[in-house]
């Protein structure tokens, strides 16, 4: 049974680090502890959390968006395997083939090769999602052919929520407030930001160099985006959602998602190559940890961070939602509650030479770095400058560790002669020379660069490469021409007044 005094006491302990956050632990039938803490800002007009505040809750949204998909393929209006082009005959896509391949369930599952990205403040008109499937995706860069491997993204989801748009007939907050939310009786979730300012609503804040707490007085918002990463909604009605899914699909006796939905979502899609070993289904992804295997996700919206974790074989799930960035811990106290003696640590051995050999190279990924594999008397990796010794877990599965024999890159072998999995996400092998640059051409990059009312810092403090995202100091890697790895934020390119983060997020110098 769980200690929620402990889990309680630690909850109020992390307002220390956001001004608030709601959080409710459930079984498919009951809640457990649902409970708010702190307050919505820290201005005048805040008010305290309860478990009906409304969030922006990142890409938790994603989960939805899958829960809405599969009930269009129950009703017969989708299907998961038939390329996407047979609902949109006019889909454009840059790689060529792929408009005639990739399928909703390449799609949900992150294997259609879309990049990531998807911008915080965009197009508020209620035809912006079909104006970016017009004019964006057909220019998106893939990052690997389809079907090839898991690339986590928010294109494909919003292309996914597209589809769902031309086969119903309805704009996608329509579709999902009539075939989601109101069946499970979500009756302050929703995607407009003028409905949601008319109940308590959690801002966004920063935090001060003194560790105070400010207000970011914007709200992201772009309607193209609303099927990956931008839902408001809140504890309460988190809770009815992640109850449906624990009780087999059902809420209130009503069958939400058939059995045969459920399986689809849960039928493990791809490998993620990570350690501890993680794999993705429908939007959901699946973890080992402490001897448990749970599925969940992730979402962080500008400041706001929320987590949905359900737990099958104990019937317990987990929702937190935050206005700044907090939540994981509570995960990792029920995890550590419910601990097995099983060992999470996975056996080491010496890598197979041949493979090694045949994989030797650099290889560049937007969110891992660079990573250089090398095969002589003492193969080695180097990741972000980092040396490395390989060791092996499987055939396909190798892992770059320290003096100390702690993993620190993990590298999925998806036998493919241009990629690689670096820690979760997709390595492309380049073959131009690694050119390196003098410090007074680094210089030209230090300053501020601003999308919107996010502004981040590059700069030079002693010997040390900074990037300052208002919050944390992050010291950054050189690793060629006019790029840097900072830890958090994946690659960093400056382009002329340009940055670009995991080339996906633009910001402008000022």
Not at 129 to 134: A, F, G, I, T
Not at 236 to 255: H, I, S
Not at 297 to 312: A, K, L
Request: hydrophobic share 35%.
């Amino acid at each position: 049974m769980l200690n929620f005094e402990k889990i309680n006491s630690l909850a109020a302990s992390l307002l220390k680090k956001a001004p608030g956050f709601a959080l409710s632990i459930f079984t498919d039938s009951e809640v457990l502890l649902q409970q708010g803490y702190g307050v919505t800002n820290t201005e005048e007009q805040g008010v305290d959390i309860t478990p009906a505040t409304l969030f922006r809750i990142g890409s938790v949204s994603k989960t939805l968006t899958a829960t809405l998909i599969m009930k269009l393929v129950q009703q017969g209006l989708l299907d998961l395997d038939c390329p996407i082009k047979e609902y949109i005959p006019e889909l454009r896509l840059s790689f060529s083939g792929a408009a005639n391949i990739v399928t909703l369930r390449m799609l949900l599952s992150h294997t259609a090769g879309l990049p990531d990205g998807g911008d915080l403040f965009g197009n508020r008109e209620n035809d912006a999602l079909e104006k970016y499937v017009r004019e964006e995706i057909p220019h998106l860069p893939f990052v690997a052919p389809p079907n090839l491997m898991y690339s986590y993204g928010n294109h494909s989801i919003n292309l996914a929520a597209y589809v769902a748009e031309r086969a119903a007939g309805k704009r996608f907050a329509r579709l999902m407030n009539d075939e989601i939310f109101t069946p499970l009786e979500m009756n302050r979730s929703m995607y407009d930001p003028l409905k949601a300012m008319t109940y308590p609503l959690a801002l966004q804040h920063e935090k001060s160099e003194d560790g105070s707490f400010k207000v970011d007085h914007s709200f992201p918002e772009n309607v193209a985006c609303h099927g990956s990463f931008f839902c408001i909604t809140n504890a309460e009605d988190m809770t009815k959602f992640g109850q449906m899914y624990l009780a087999n699909g059902k809420f209130n006796r009503e069958e939400i998602l058939t059995e045969q939905s459920l399986q689809e979502i849960f039928c493990i899609q791809a490998n993620r190559y990570t350690v501890p070993e993680s794999s993705i289904g429908m939007c959901w992804i699946k973890d080992y940890d402490e001897g448990n295997y749970y599925w969940w996700h992730s979402g962080g919206i500008g400041t706001y961070r929320s987590f949905i974790v359900i737990f099958p074989e104990q019937n317990i799930g987990i929702f937190t939602v935050a206005n700044n960035n907090v939540g994981w811990e509570i995960v990792e106290e029920v995890l550590e509650q419910l601990g097995s003696s099983i060992p999470d640590k996975q056996p080491l051995s010496k890598p197979n030479l041949q493979i090694i050999e045949e994989a030797c190279g650099n290889y560049l990924s937007s969110k891992s770095g660079l990573l250089t594999i090398k095969h002589n008397l003492n193969p080695c990796i180097i990741h972000n400058g980092k040396n490395l010794s390989i060791r092996s877990l499987k055939n396909d599965h190798i892992v770059g560790i320290d003096e100390d024999e702690d993993v620190i890159v993990s590298i999925g072998l998806i036998n493919h002669h241009d990629y690689l999995m670096v820690n979760g996400s997709p390595s492309k092998k380049i073959t131009e020379p690694l050119t390196m640059y003098n410090i007074d051409t680094i210089s030209t990059y230090f300053g501020d660069y601003q999308q919107g009312e996010m502004v981040y810092t590059f700069y030079l403090d002693g010997h040390t490469l900074l990037f300052f995202d208002g919050d944390d100091k992050l010291p950054c890697t050189y690793l060629f021409e006019n790029k840097f790895f900072c830890p958090g934020y994946g690659l960093l390119e400056f382009d002329e007044d340009n940055l670009k983060i995991q080339n996906a997020w633009q910001f402008v110098k000022l």
